[in-house]
């Protein structure tokens, strides 16, 4: 886990340091309370799917192909505000089958920021401390939310840092916990709406994306070009970075969409 984070995640001091530290203080833990609750929040395209797959790949041998991996995204799997009754008992008994089969289940919520607002609350007697529900434990199940939510939060304290002239590499994750927690449980089109999971402190580490910077880009430029087995240009790789686009408009100092098209750029210039 640390070295695939360390080779291939990008400006994010913080995730690399949370997610080590969680992850495997939870694994090696015998007698945990409760399960794993991590919830990732940042801009598209800063690493928030790309960590859960590291994760996955981590814990698993086949990864997100395991059958102990289970994800569920807002939109696809949970499309209707009229039908949340049913999903709220789909959910349970979902997880509930799959951690009697695997008591080290994965479950990865992705667009939490697109779900209806009370939905995961379904899941919370399944996150808190309880030896046993209807004789199953949950303590060694992990769970993973991602979510936009709490983005401009996030930016907010990198700009400040910026324009103070200090490095990002000194933000702590103290400067954005609180402030992060607050911003997602206020935030109306959150599926973390005024939620339990929240309120009740069940969530156990809220982990900051940082927007991305040119020379970030740059480095998930030359990781791909590298992956697909090319000599890496300079000139190419330049061109890439500067046809993405940049905010705030003024400075231009972050990716607005982070790493995502690096990939379908590429393919253009390559193949």
Not at 99 to 107: D, K, Q, T
Request: with cysteine.
């Amino acid at each position: 886990l640390q070295e695939n984070l360390d080779q291939r995640l990008f400006g994010q001091h913080l995730v690399n340091k949370v997610v080590v530290k969680a992850v495997k203080g939870f694994l090696n833990n015998s007698n945990s309370k409760k399960p794993l609750a991590l919830s990732l929040h940042g801009w598209t395209g800063t690493g928030k799917n790309f960590v859960s797959r590291i994760i996955a790949e981590s814990i698993y041998k086949r990864g997100l192909q395991s059958k102990y991996v289970h994800q569920f995204v807002a939109t696809l799997h949970f499309p209707h505000a009229h039908s949340i009754n049913v999903y709220k008992d789909q959910l349970q008994s979902w997880i509930r089958g799959n951690v009697s089969i695997c008591p080290r289940s994965l479950f990865i919520f992705d667009e939490m920021d697109k779900m209806h607002a009370g939905l995961i609350d379904s899941i919370k007697p399944f996150l808190d401390y309880y030896e046993f529900l209807d004789g199953v434990s949950y303590r060694q199940a992990i769970f993973i939310f991602l979510s936009n939510a709490g983005a401009e939060k996030i930016t907010e304290v990198a700009l400040d840092f910026w324009r103070s002239g200090r490095r990002r590499e000194d933000i702590l994750l103290t400067d954005m916990q609180n402030a992060l927690s607050v911003s997602v449980f206020n935030n109306k089109n959150s599926g973390f709406w005024h939620s339990t999971l929240i309120d009740k402190n069940l969530i156990d580490y809220f982990v900051p994306f940082l927007p991305l910077e040119y020379k970030h880009v740059k480095m998930c430029v030359r990781v791909e070009i590298e992956s697909r087995g090319y000599v890496v240009d300079e000139d190419i790789l330049t061109r890439i970075a500067d046809e993405m686009t940049y905010f705030p408009r003024e400075e231009r100092i972050y990716s607005d969409k982070g790493c995502k098209t690096v990939d379908a750029k590429l393919d253009y210039y390559y193949d």
